[in-house]
């Protein structure tokens, strides 16, 4: 079955954590308890493709935590 498995382009990923989004925004807490797994790590990729720093746990959230490219030409992040 791990055979089976194939990265997601852009467009399947942005889709699949949209459908998740609005999953969410329609069934509150119900929705959030109903993602899948593919659901959840499509709306991280998205967030960190929408350059969303990772704070890892444990670590206090650093004090910029968008990545733009204008940002990161300018201080080397």
């Not at 746990?57 to 300018?74: F, H, V, Y």
Request: proline share 8%; with cysteine; aromatic share 2%.
């Amino acid at each position: 079955m791990a055979n089976d498995l194939k990265p997601w382009s852009e467009r399947e990923m942005l889709e699949i954590a949209s459908r998740a989004v609005g999953r969410v925004c329609r069934d509150d807490v119900r929705g959030i308890t109903l993602l899948s797994i593919d659901e959840i790590a499509a709306m991280t990729g998205t967030l960190l493709a929408f350059g969303l720093i990772a704070t890892p746990p444990g670590e206090d959230p650093p004090a910029r935590l968008i990545s733009t490219p204008t940002k990161e030409a300018a201080d080397g992040q």
